[in-house]
């Protein structure tokens, strides 16, 4: 080898450059992340706000837009539709449901779009490509904010008392949080393979919608038990009884809904992190 | 291959920056390039799945750039000197072959948005910190960037309302400003008018004085002959020439007569 002579990667290696491309370790890439922490915020923070901004009234709409969601749904379900499967307090109950809903739903449909609607960002710019479904979680973060500002006032309106049991409101987004994250993640790579998830994604939310006990209550219904237990074990109706939990009288939850909240979080933010960054050197490429 | 032998030496002179070593990359595409268009799902035609095929967009290039280089890169269109580009800045995949590079290679195009809903302004901080300035380094350097893209005040407008020219001028604005090692340039220099133009020339030159390498793509050849002092013509995926612009850009405008 003592030839003057040298093979490409054999200059590389002389001159010390790194080969590019290539996926990191795990735990490098979850520490890149972390290194970005201000371009999460400030995509999060300028979506969030060009969403509202391009509206006459502006950031008010974070609190109609869920005050008339409230109002249409409190309509149809509360007045139109028979009441055998309500309990008592029903607004309260509605309304706590369906906002916890347009969160999950959000996280989920705009964490599809994450990767697929970026791509000019993607193929410009080199950043852990994660960034972009944390991102969107974070932008419905910041609206799910004022929505459980709305969610407590409407309950206090309609007679619930303040109780130590709303201290549990805090936990309980959390635990929601992270489960959408990990959705989000898992939704980004999917759609990025698979362009036919994006067709499927309303029906999965619909169907989700009318299952998750939004507008009734689950174990009410009569269902047979095999199909109550499933019922009762799907994440979001979880997400929704703990939130409930903390807000509604009468909604109070056991220990074993926090246990399945806390599984059902970990997984979801552990699963869709890992599937999410075996696939991060191809989505510069499609 | 007598011909690396008295590069050799240069090279010990020089300090290679960037090292592409047998290079391929392919793409695969559904049939019908349903994949790469994004609004392909309303024009999905019935029936069974699509198939994929494979297109070879590069198929086995190397060479080596040094500091202070300046590299302009032609050929015809679908030749692959985006893609080249696209995998020097690590954004294609190669099926085969590497790429060795110094710092992180930033791709600069015209076709790349950043996000249109945004505000000028909004988008030279994400840009900025996308490029991996800190939040601190980012308003160190705005004005500069808002300066030098010439937007003047419709940096507070988003940029879906600016022309194509605007738009390139702002993206080039922010993408040079960050201190690259290995900036890559993909026509940007073809828009904007000729004060713009002067400018930006100025600034690949300043790159390059400070021991950084420039790839430029450019349909251009005077801008190229301006700019560049190395030419690399790709022709079906292959590198076909690799020199001085001299002698390469004489050998490519016959090549297309």
């Known amino acids: 080898m003592t030839d003057a002579v040298s093979s490409p990667s054999e200059i590389a290696r002389r001159a010390g450059l790194p080969r590019l491309g290539g996926r990191p370790p795990f735990l490098q890439y979850v520490g890149a992340l972390s290194g970005r922490r201000a371009l999460l915020l400030e995509l999060a923070r300028s979506r969030f706000r060009a969403s509202n901004e391009v509206n006459r009234l502006g950031m008010a709409w974070v609190v109609i837009r869920p005050l008339l969601n409230a109002g249409v749904y409190g309509l149809v379900f509360g007045l139109l539709l028979p009441a055998g499967t309500r309990p008592d307090n029903f607004v309260p109950f509605l309304v706590v449901g369906i906002f916890v809903f347009q969160f999950f739903a959000g996280c989920l449909n705009d964490g599809a779009k994450a990767i697929t609607g970026n791509l000019g960002l993607v193929r410009t710019l080199h950043f852990p490509r994660a960034l972009l479904p944390l991102a969107t979680t974070l932008q419905q973060l910041l609206g799910l904010g004022p929505m459980m500002v709305v969610a407590a006032v409407i309950c206090l309106v309609f007679g619930e008392p303040l109780a130590l049991r709303w201290l549990g409101l805090p936990p309980a987004l959390a635990l929601l949080a992270a489960f959408s994250t990990g959705v989000g993640l898992v939704a980004a790579r999917a759609t990025l393979h698979i362009r036919d998830v994006t067709q499927l994604l309303p029906f999965i939310t619909r169907l989700l919608f009318y299952t998750s006990g939004i507008f009734y209550a689950v174990d009410r219904v009569g269902l047979p038990r095999p199909v109550e237990v499933v019922a009762l074990l799907n994440p979001v109706h979880v997400y929704i009884s703990l939130v409930r939990g903390a807000l509604v009288d009468g909604q109070a939850v056991d220990g074993s809904t926090w246990l399945l909240g806390l599984g059902w979080a970990l997984l979801s933010v552990i699963a869709g992190f890992l599937f999410f960054w075996r696939a991060e050197e191809r989505y510069g490429r499609e | ?257």
């Not at chain 2, 828009?191 to 400018?199: H, K, L, P, T, Y």
């Not at chain 2, 790839?215 to 050849?221: E, G």
């Open chain 2, 1 to 257: 291959m007598s011909e690396p032998r008295t590069s050799s030496t240069q090279e010990s002179l020089e300090r290679p920056t960037v090292v592409v070593d047998d290079l391929v990359v392919d793409y695969r595409v559904l049939a019908g390039g349903r994949r790469a268009d994004r609004a392909s799902k309303v024009a999905r035609r019935p029936g069974a799945l699509k198939r994929s095929r494979v297109v070879h967009a590069l198929r086995g290039v190397s060479f080596t750039a040094h500091e202070g280089e300046s590299i302009g890169v032609v050929g015809h269109n679908g030749s692959g000197k985006s893609t080249l580009l696209r995998a020097i800045a690590g954004l294609a995949t190669p099926t085969r072959g590497a790429v060795y590079a110094k710092g992180q290679p930033t791709l600069l195009g015209v076709n790349a948005a950043l996000i249109n809903d945004l505000s000028g302004e909004r988008n030279v901080v994400l840009g900025g910190l996308a490029l991996g300035m800190t939040p601190a380094q980012v308003s160190e350097k705005y004005q500069e960037i808002v300066d030098f893209s010439g937007v003047g005040e419709a940096i507070d407008l988003p940029m879906a309302t600016y022309s194509a020219g605007m738009g390139a001028r702002l993206r080039f604005a922010i993408a040079a400003s960050a201190e690259h090692q290995v900036l890559l340039v993909d026509e940007a220099l073809a828009v904007g008018d000729a004060e713009f133009r002067r400018r930006s020339e100025e600034r690949i030159r300043e790159l390059r004085a400070a021991a950084g390498t420039v790839f430029l793509v450019s349909h251009s050849m005077g801008a190229i002959k301006e700019t560049c002092t190395r030419a690399l013509w790709v022709d079906h995926g292959l590198l076909r020439m690799d020199g001085p612009v001299e002698e390469v850009l004489p050998a490519y405008k016959d090549s297309t007569r």
